[in-house]
Every structure is written in C-alpha cells, then in structure tokens.
C-alpha cells in the first residue's frame, strides 16, 4: 500500500511540474509578442512599416485615423525565413498545450489581484473600432447593433505584493471589444507591460532595475478574464471568432506572405474578403499544414491561439478552427501594399 501511495504521488508531482513548466513557456513565448498594437482611435498614424509599435518590436504604430497610411508590404524574395520558421515553433507549441494544463489565472477577481483596472469604451469609440469590418461580421452572423456588444479597458495602474514581493504598475494597457452573445472577441488596443518596461514609459518611465513584472500580464490572460466577467454560464462557452484588425507587426506580414505562397497563393498578398483561409490539414493529402502552424504562431495571431489552448475548462474545450487573412484596406494590392487582418474561428471539438 505504501509503495503504491508513494508511486501516486510522485505521477501526481509530475504532472503538476508539466503545467507550470507549460505555464512559464507561455509566458516565455507571449511576453512580448504577444503584446502587439492593434487599431485604435486617437494612436499616432503608421508612414510606413519600420517604425517602432507598442510591444517592443521594430514594427509600425497603428491608427484608424487614414487607413492609407497603415498598409503595409512585405518582403521581397522571401523563401523560409527565420520569422517562418520561429513563428511555426511557436504555433506548433500551442497546439501541443491543448493537451496539457491551464492557466492558473481563472477568477475575474485575479485581475484586480494584479494591479489591473476596468474602464469602459465609450459606444463611439466600439463604432469606429467596428467601422471598416461591418461587412466582415455581417458576413459570420454578427450584427454591431447588438445591445450586448461593448467594449473594455485594462489598464496596469496599481502596484500590487505577492509573497512579500512588489510589482509596480507598469501603464500596461489592453482593451477588448467583445459580444458574449455573438461569440465575438476583438483585440482593439494592446500595449502590454512588457512594452512599456521595455520603453521606459508611463509609470515604467524610471523603472527600478530588479522589478519584477506582474505574472498576469499577457493579452491570453487578459482577454479570458475579460470574457468570463461578461458571460453568464450558459454564454461562456459560445466565444466563436477572434478577429485580430490591421495587423502591421512586420514579423506577422512577413510570416503571412510566406504562408500564402506556400498555400498556393502566388502573389503572397492577402486577398480582400472573404480572403485566405488556412486549414490545419490540408485537403487532398490530409497532411498538417506548416502554413497554417505558421500563422497560428505569428505576433497578432498567437494571442488567440493561448487564449483558447489554456482555458479549455471554463470555455467548454474549444479547439482552433480556420485563419482567415484577408486585406482589410479596401484597396486593390496591386502594388503589393495591404493592410492585414486576421479572423481566428474558435469551434468546439
């Protein structure tokens, strides 16, 4: 009896062992690419694809203000890049976690325990985040006069002690637009911690050199929290799509247009809607898809991806469904210029 006693116990400590070393990789990997900018009013307009967005990345800032401004082009004579390649390691890791462990950030009150604070998006700023994409919701069964779709601000303000150790606030900002009842998530503005530590901006203007970040930091996280406080029981597990808006992160364009040529789209430029969809198996063959790997695993798009793969619990075991890319600037990419926007279908298993 006691050797069995002992031989269950050590399973069960392996186990718990998998999860948070599953946990730390996420972190890992979605520290800071997973805090990428996304379209939000009143943000300085992009000229062009070089200069410096909000996670720390050498990629441009995002506005709503002139949608001419915020395309973008990818790089000529790409064949497998180093982007391609770390962007499929990480989409593969995903994929992996959904057979393992969830986050342990689970209760809406953790967001609080962490220094975060809730405001509300005025309806004007939920319309024009909306603005160019009301075909595209039209298109899936979702409607922007729906009295349930609104819209949230999380903003890193307060420092908070956990075990006897500070953790400043950062400035740390996410918000969300988001329709429980139309299963609809949509990332409007992220400039997470790790961005402005990395930036030295806002309260992380003088940071002190040994300070540790907040362990609830990623948009995943965030995000899920987020949703659980807006859903009732019988709602929550109804999240459908995630629709990721012009997303200029240069590593995500590269990765993208290397994806679609791989998928047999000889331009290597997203389409306009209804676009692209990458498949995780390819037709035919039935074999997996480095392409759509790849996509999962890019800035804008790994996001959603942890968002689903560590919080199957409460979300009733989802999996990952198709990507859709498409060019969201409503001009003809002809000169290979386009402004990337990227639909995550959440489907049950």
């Known amino acids: 009896m006691r050797r069995w006693y002992l031989g269950a116990l050590c399973a069960a400590l392996m ?55 915020t395309t973008t082009q990818r790089k000529r004579g790409l064949r497998s890049s180093p982007d391609f390649k770390q962007a499929r390691a990480r989409g593969r890791k995903i994929l992996e976690a959904f057979d393992d462990g969830d986050s342990p950030f689970q209760r809406v009150s953790d967001l609080r325990d962490w220094g975060w604070s809730p405001t509300d998006l005025s309806q004007e700023v939920v319309r024009d985040t909306l603005g160019q994409y009301v075909g595209v919701l039209k298109a899936k069964g979702i409607s922007v006069e729906s009295p349930t779709l609104h819209g949230v601000q999380w903003t890193h303000d307060r420092e908070t002690v956990h075990d006897g150790v500070k953790h400043p606030a950062t400035g740390g900002t996410y918000a969300l637009v988001l329709d429980p009842q139309q299963g609809l998530l949509i990332p409007s503005k992220s400039y997470g911690p790790a961005w402005y530590v990395e930036n030295k901006k806002g309260p992380a203007e003088h940071w002190p050199a040994a300070a540790p970040l907040p362990k609830l930091r990623n948009w995943a996280d965030v995000a899920f929290l987020t949703w659980l406080q807006a ?10 799509y995630v629709l990721n808006i012009n997303a200029i992160n240069q590593a995500t364009v590269d990765v993208v247009s ?19 969809v990458f498949t995780r198996v390819r037709p035919g063959p039935f074999t997996a898809n480095d392409a759509y790997v790849a996509v999962l695993g890019t800035p804008n798009v790994l996001g959603s991806g942890w968002l689903v793969a560590l919080h199957r619990e409460q979300l009733g075991d989802k999996r990952l469904g198709g990507i859709t890319v498409f060019d969201s600037s409503a001009l003809e990419s002809k000169d290979g210029r386009f402004q990337l926007s990227v639909l995550v279908e959440v489907t049950s298993r």
């Open 231 to 240: 859903t009732m029981y019988e709602h929550r597990d109804a999240l459908h």
């Open 258 to 276: 290397e994806a679609l040529r791989k998928d047999g789209v000889r331009s290597s430029v997203p389409p306009n809607w209804p676009g692209h």
């Open 15 to 69: 186990v718990f062992c998998a999860c948070g070393s599953l946990f730390e990789q996420f972190a890992s990997d979605s520290e800071d690419v997973n805090e990428v900018s996304h379209v939000t009013p009143g943000l300085p307009t992009a000229l062009d694809a070089t200069s410096e967005d909000h996670t720390g990345h050498d990629d441009a800032l995002s506005s709503v203000s002139d949608l001419t401004s």
